[in-house]
């Protein structure tokens, strides 16, 4: 019990952590849908990224869509839409992914957001401020790198081949790439005011000393729309050379990778950067994040040998051992079988335990039961005295009606009704006293007030003869589901705790208070007496099991014990101690599922 009390504080604990921080909202601005390869991937890795921080933020997706919207929203339908749909809600930081969006953001940025820290992910100029951090995304050093690895692929490389794009995403990247071909032996050529089935027969006929860059291309000169992974994918089925891209979300499309920039990982440190921010108030230094990714089944299409790639290469499509491509999660994994084959020895020690405490709590629950009966005994012998006394008063009667010959007929059924009467009373209390003892484990629907009320008939003459009041308040009926008579029992519990108090300390007009409050599903039942109260220093140790302030001919110490675990285990209730002025305070809260 104790593991599984530590298990829950622990719970309990890192969501009262999670409860307490500060949740910080942070607007998405995007250029396009997410069902597009680059879209996709910057949103799987900046909701990983929220995943898995510590901090608690909560994400506003905004998207343009410039592919399908870019005619019907412009700036100033913007500013309207995000003034009117956010004016109740401050954002902590903003994140706007992709020149698109960053272009039509720019010319409203000033006016709604001008102090909310931004981070642009844009290859246009945008207006620097302490505030404001742009990710241009590419650099030289990723176009010569990109260019070295294409000649390691082929040592006789030769020409180069650019297709023309008029996206400003890629413009950068192109700029870059023919600022380093210029500086290279490798004759460049552009292909440029193309339609798709011109493009695709040009490239179909290049010859193998050639390699081919692709950057982005959202149409062709017909001006028909294009998706730009399935562009590529289109071009690549006849390409007989390798064709190189700088996005890792154009993999599985035909290129064979080259130096690219990963979406997930952009989106991840976007994220990371604009909570730095906001938390220290500066950007962390930005430093250009770009890796070599390879699509194995491309390199074996090139017939290029795997030793000519970088060693921090990452493979997609490459049949390796498991725990090569999944080194953590295969560690978790062994991981887990470890944990789980610990939690199921864990848990068989637990049960021989919990079987060990079930006898250790099922022979405390018989002597208790046995304490309680010592109670119940006299209590029958006080209720089998008036009925004896008065058969005994009735079989007098009858014999000096018989001496002086005056018994007749009627005085004869006068005394077998009078006697039944006794009998069946004596045989009632019987029953009681049966009904107490023999427990029964089937739950079943009955009334508290039914059990308090039979509680007090059964012991209150004793509690008189003692010169102890009974009084009952606010009685009320109230069902639940359980053990009626084990609910008896922790009554009788609790009223033989008051009564040795009260005679022992021999207080004037003692009484004990039984008080019922119904709130809904909840029944309270407070027992209350005048006997000076629980020492606090012992009020948090009374429900221990044989601990008790009696002398060992009084008391054994597991009656208490017994009351908390019957109304906590065996009737889903609450047991609490306290003290009032007067006395000691004992408050049972019972619930019904109706």
């Known amino acids: 019990m104790k593991i599984k009390a530590l298990f829950i504080t622990l719970i309990l604990f890192s969501l009262f952590l999670k409860a307490d921080q500060k949740v910080y909202k942070i607007l998405v601005f995007q250029s396009f849908h997410e069902t597009l390869p680059w879209t996709n991937q910057f949103l799987k890795g900046i909701n990983n990224f929220k995943n898995s921080t510590k901090q608690s933020v909560e994400l506003f997706l905004e998207s343009i869509d410039y592919l399908r919207l870019k005619d019907q929203m412009n700036s100033k339908i913007w500013e ?19 020149s698109f969006a960053s272009v039509i953001f720019e ?17 246009t100029y945008i207006k620097r401020k302490k505030n404001i951090i742009v990710y241009n995304g590419f ?12 000649k390691k692929h082929n040592p006789r490389l030769k020409n180069i081949y650019l297709i023309k794009t008029q996206n400003m995403i890629a413009l950068n990247i192109e700029k870059s790439l023919l600022k380093q071909l210029k500086n290279s032996n490798l004759n460049t050529a552009i292909i440029e005011d193309f339609t798709l089935d011109k493009l695709k027969q040009k490239i179909s006929k290049l010859p193998k000393n050639s390699a081919v860059f ?50 997930s990982v952009i989106a991840q440190n976007s994220l990371q950067n604009l909570l730095f921010y906001i938390k220290n108030g500066y950007f962390k230094k930005i430093k250009p994040i770009y890796n070599p990714f390879i699509d194995y089944e491309m390199l074996k299409k090139y017939k290029i040998e795997e030793n000519l790639n970088p060693e921090d290469t990452i493979y997609i499509n490459r049949a390796v051992p498991i725990w090569e491509s999944y080194p953590k999660e295969s560690f978790f994994t062994v991981c887990l079988i470890i944990l789980l084959l610990l939690l199921l020895l864990l848990f068989f020690i637990l049960k021989i335990r919990n079987d060990k405490i079930k ?20 209590v029958i012998a006080h209720q089998w005295r008036q009925p004896l006394n008065s058969i005994a008063a009735m079989v007098q009667t009858v014999n000096i009606k018989y ?45 508290i007030k039914d059990e308090l009320e039979k509680t007090i008939e059964l012991i209150e003459f004793s509690y008189i003869k003692k010169h102890i009041r009974i009084e009952k308040s606010n009685f009320q009926d109230f069902i639940i589901k359980g053990y009626p008579n084990e609910l008896l029992q922790s009554f009788l519990i609790l009223f033989q705790n008051s009564k040795d108090v009260l005679s022992e300390k021999k207080i004037d007009n003692a009484y004990i208070k039984i008080t019922m409050k119904i709130d809904n599903n909840k029944c309270i039942i407070i027992f209350e007496d005048n006997g000076s109260g629980i020492q606090e220093d012992i009020i948090d140790k009374i429900f221990t099991p044989y601990f008790s302030t009696k002398d060992i001919k009084s008391g054994t110490g597991i009656g208490l014990f017994m009351a908390k675990t019957i109304i906590e285990k065996h009737l889903n209730g609450v047991i609490v101690p306290s003290n009032t002025k007067v006395g000691a305070k004992f408050e049972i809260r019972l619930f019904s599922d109706r």
């Open 80 to 98: 309207e839409y995000l003034k009117n749909k956010y004016k109740n809600l401050e954002f902590d930081g903003i994140i706007i992914e992709s």
């Open 107 to 123: 010319n409203f940025s000033e006016t709604l957001y001008s102090n909310i820290p931004k981070i642009y992910i844009s290859n």
């Open 139 to 150: 650099d030289n050093d990723l176009a010569k790198k990109s260019i070295e690895l294409a």
């Open 214 to 263: 692709y950057t982005v291309n959202l149409k062709d000169k017909t001006g028909k729309n294009f998706i730009p992974k399935d562009f590529l994918e289109d071009i690549a089925k006849n390409s007989p050379v390798p064709i190189y891209s700088f996005w890792s979300s154009y993999l599985g499309s035909g290129t064979i990778g080259g130096y690219m920039r990963d979406g």
């Open 359 to 378: 006898k250790m709590e099922e022979t405390i629950f018989l002597q208790s039961r046995q304490a309680v009966m010592g109670e119940m005994i006299s």
């Open 403 to 447: 001496l002086n010959e005056k018994l007749n007929d009627g005085l004869m059924e006068k005394f077998k009704n009078d006697t039944m009467k006794q009998i069946r009373y004596m045989s009632h209390t019987i029953d009681d006293f049966r009904n107490f003892y023999n427990i029964k484990k089937e739950k079943i629907d009955f009334n």
